[in-house]
């Protein structure tokens, strides 16, 4: 069989090797240049002239069995299937130009100083499994199908209810607490659930993209507020009225601003006044290193009008896509009957590992460890930007995953970001984060890296600055 020849598999590329073959005898199929009824060398043949092992030839040819390619025929031996012409004429009416194929792409690591990356490493996947292992010991129920959990399993939403009331004073019955798909799915599923379209948002500017993402996507229209350094600095007169206000009032994303006790007073009256609901987005609270947390602005809130959310994305990891959220009691039923549309439920093994993890008393461990090294590398940060004399200012320290550094007024700071780009660094613009035009500066994410890979990223940006 000729076309045979043509076969050839490469052991340094990333797809494995059954891949490439089942890929390529996929080709040869579609192509017609191996026709119906063709019978295909045995495993044996095969792997002898490929100089692979057996298991991968069967792997691939199983493969192809499975998408109805080649069927085995007599006792060991295997064939190009009939229906498989039809493919045939599929395949070559949608076939790709080769120039337009792209190559799949692999999740990387983020580089110095992607921001809002926690470090990852100094997470016990070894604590994880077990509590996961644990969880599967109960049973076979959470493979089910559970909608009756759209907004979570009750004792993961027991767990956060016990750890927000303990650690950020929110008030809250457990059953108050609904878990999402991160905190994205709570903003997405808010807007939904909350705006008509043209109704007005008001949002912390600069402030969260996917925020704004979410409101704008359900039509709202949004309006920029200022933040300065008390934090949302509200209109004195409400031109349009508010029918939801957008804040991160322990740590203004991306400023870093905690929000005073007066100006939290003032934005619950203003919301009460206008009759707007609060979404307080408490993303990285966690992380203080010099002074204790402000409790949150929910529990300041006596009409129940803050809706409270938070994620496990930057204290776990953040493809875990577990997050929460804390809805006034009017609100608890519809928010579960959207999140069921939307996904039934979020996935429930996670959950269940989570919350043993929670009880364990191992998540509180974790938070710990990773306080100690975020502090010690701001400050090691901070350190090597002032022995180089970088022309950078970092208004709020202390605190948080991220620190916002200002560049002197009148620079442009996506030119900056730009050139840190191509030395190798990943440093938004603070203007990435405005809807209109704001104090120029630069955000950096130090919890992901550790002290030499800051060192080293704090030198590289000394060399693009002396290129002024
Ligand atoms: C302010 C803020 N809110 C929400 C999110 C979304 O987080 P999650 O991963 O939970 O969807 C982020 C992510 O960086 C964030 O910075």
């Not at 994205?184 to 939904?192: D, E, I, N, R, V």
């Not at 609270?285 to 994620?311: A, H, K, M």
């Not at 990943?426 to 800051?454: C, E, M, Q, W």
Request: positive net charge.
């Amino acid at each position: 069989m000729k076309v045979l020849g043509r076969l050839g598999l490469d052991p340094k590329r990333t797809r494995s090797l059954q891949t490439q073959l089942s890929g390529q005898l996929r080709q040869l199929i579609q192509a017609g240049d191996l026709e119906a009824g063709e019978r295909l060398p045995s495993t044996r043949e095969l792997a002898h002239d490929l100089q692979v092992s057996r298991n991968t030839i069967v792997a691939a040819y199983e493969m192809l069995v499975g998408e109805g390619y080649i069927q085995p025929h007599l006792r060991s031996g295997f064939q190009v299937c009939h229906a498989a012409q039809a493919f045939q004429k599929l395949a070559v009416s949608d076939r790709i130009p080769r120039e337009r194929r792209i190559e799949p792409r692999q999740p990387a690591a983020p580089v110095p100083f992607r921001p809002t990356q926690p470090d990852v490493r100094l997470f016990s996947l070894q604590i994880w499994n077990r509590h996961r292992t644990l969880a599967l010991k109960r049973g076979t129920s959470l493979l089910h199908y559970q909608s009756r959990f759209s907004v979570g399993l009750d004792e993961l939403r027991q767990n956060v209810a016990a750890y927000l009331r303990a650690s950020r004073g929110v008030r809250c019955q457990w059953q108050e607490v609904a878990i999402t798909n991160g905190s994205q799915q709570a903003l997405f599923l808010l807007a939904h659930l909350l705006l008509k379209h043209g109704q007005t948002v008001y949002m912390e500017d600069p402030g969260y993209p996917g925020a704004r993402n979410a409101w704008e996507q359900a039509g709202a229209e949004v309006v920029p507020v200022p933040i300065d350094e008390e934090g949302l600095r509200l209109p004195e007169a409400q031109v349009t009225k508010p029918s939801l206000i957008y804040v991160t009032p322990s740590h203004q994303f991306p400023l870093g601003t905690c929000m005073s006790l007066a100006r939290r007073l003032n934005l619950l009256q203003a919301a009460r006044t206008a009759d707007a609901w609060i979404v307080e987005d408490d993303y990285d609270s966690e992380f203080r290193y010099t002074s204790p947390p402000q409790p949150s602005l929910q529990s300041l809130d006596e009409q129940r009008r803050v809706i409270y959310l938070g994620s496990f994305s930057k204290t776990l990891f953040p493809t875990l896509r577990l997050g929460y959220v804390v809805l006034p009691p009017a609100l608890v039923e519809r928010f579960a009957a959207l999140k069921s549309v939307a996904d039934d439920h979020s996935p429930l093994i996670d959950q269940a590992t989570l919350s043993s993890f929670l009880e364990s008393g191992a998540f509180y461990a974790h938070l710990r460890r990773c306080r100690r090294h975020y502090a010690e590398r701001q400050e090691h940060f901070l350190q090597q930007v002032s022995r180089c004399g970088l022309p950078l200012q970092f208004p709020v320290t202390g605190r948080g995953m991220n620190l916002a550094g200002l560049l002197p007024e009148g620079s442009r700071d996506r030119l900056w970001s730009s050139r840190l780009k191509a030395a190798g660094l990943d440093v938004p613009p603070l203007s990435r984060y405005a809807i209109r035009p704001a104090a120029p500066g630069l955000l950096f994410g130090l919890a992901a890296f550790d002290t030499r890979s800051i060192q080293r990223g704090v030198a590289k940006m000394a060399q693009v600055f002396d290129m002024r």
